[in-house]
């Protein structure tokens, strides 16, 4: 993918860093994002307060969906509820041969993007901890790094262009200094990152804490097995074979790499804004009825947040 133009979708803390990135390393790159992190990068660029550097990085930024009629990539960063009303809106702007890249949490945003376009789609597992901490201002606390692969099994002439397509991707991104493997599994990449989310984000979000604070209290690390169990009962279930051993390696290692992260859930309460917990425990939750298996833990956690947010507006 040589001298592609991006366009960041939703370009909040991870759309931001993403992007940031890429335009730091000289990729053409506009943010689509609120008005005041727009004025703020346009005045001044996107401030990247990263563990490696701290700089202000020339950015395009903009405030209407019409920009992603000259992308050849878009990276879709915003909540999961709005994923199907986001794609519903920049359909009528996209060329043919866009490249959708999903940078979002859960594990269904694929499918749901391509119930409504044609567009290659692809997933990408994400692994960053970040926040904003003003307008047009980024802080990075950890990670930095993206799994992308082909959402079915590739076979043939189409397969072989997902996979090229893929591989230029990754290098787009291997030479931004974001490390982007290709994997031929990535949906099981996805639900190790689903297993995650479920297992800290909500927890984080109802306690206003961050991971490694959460880790210190002996009962919460029970909870958050319990959580991962259920998790994998329900991967099971969809084929997506993941062992114990697995869960708590991942697990572990997001409580040790990203210590002084609070969970996207957690920012959003605390912004007064709507989560994505439906896209996460609730749907462990609503796949747990479907397939006759309970879970109660995610049931608990998944209520508290939907009593938190509902009350917090």
């Not at 700089?55 to 199907?84: M, Q, W, Y």
């Not at 009303?85 to 959708?100: D, G």
């Not at 802080?139 to 076979?155: D, F, M, Q, T, Y």
Request: hydrophobic share 45%; net charge neutral.
């Amino acid at each position: 993918m040589k001298q592609p133009k991006i366009v960041v979708m939703g370009a909040g803390a991870v759309g931001c860093y993403f992007g940031g990135m890429l335009s730091r390393a000289g990729h053409d790159v506009t943010l689509i994002a609120r008005p005041d992190h727009v004025s703020a990068i346009v005045s001044h660029g996107l401030y990247m307060d990263c563990i490696s550097f701290q700089e202000f990085v020339a950015v395009g930024a903009n405030v209407e969906i019409d920009a992603v009629r000259h992308a050849d990539l878009v990276l879709l960063c915003v909540k999961s509820p709005d994923t199907i009303a986001t794609i519903e809106l920049i359909k009528p702007y996209l060329k043919p041969q866009t490249v959708i890249l999903s940078l979002q949490n859960g594990v269904d945003n694929c499918e749901r993007i391509r119930s409504v376009v044609s567009n290659p789609v692809f997933p990408a597992v994400v692994y960053v901890a970040t926040m904003m901490t003003g307008p047009g201002q980024l802080k990075h606390n950890g990670r930095g790094e993206l799994v992308i692969g082909p959402w079915e099994a590739v076979s043939g002439e189409s397969g072989a262009a997902a996979m090229q397509t893929l591989a230029g991707i990754s290098e787009l991104f291997s030479r931004a200094s974001v490390p982007c493997p290709v994997s031929t599994d990535v949906r099981r990449e996805l639900w190790f990152k689903f297993l995650v989310n479920c297992s800290y984000n909500a927890i984080s979000a109802i306690g206003q804490i961050e991971y490694g604070k959460m880790v210190s209290v002996h009962a919460v690390k029970t909870l958050i097995d319990t959580l991962a169990d259920e998790v994998l009962a329900i991967a099971h279930h969809e084929k997506i074979f993941i062992t114990k051993d697995e869960a708590t390696r991942a697990n572990n290692m997001i409580a040790s790499t990203m210590v002084a992260q609070r969970s996207s859930t957690a920012q959003d309460i605390a912004r007064k804004k709507s989560t994505e917990i439906d896209f996460l425990n609730g749907l462990v939750v609503r796949k747990g009825k479907e397939y006759g298996i309970p879970t109660p833990a995610n049931q608990s956690v998944y209520a508290l947040v939907k009593m938190i947010e509902t009350f917090n507006h």
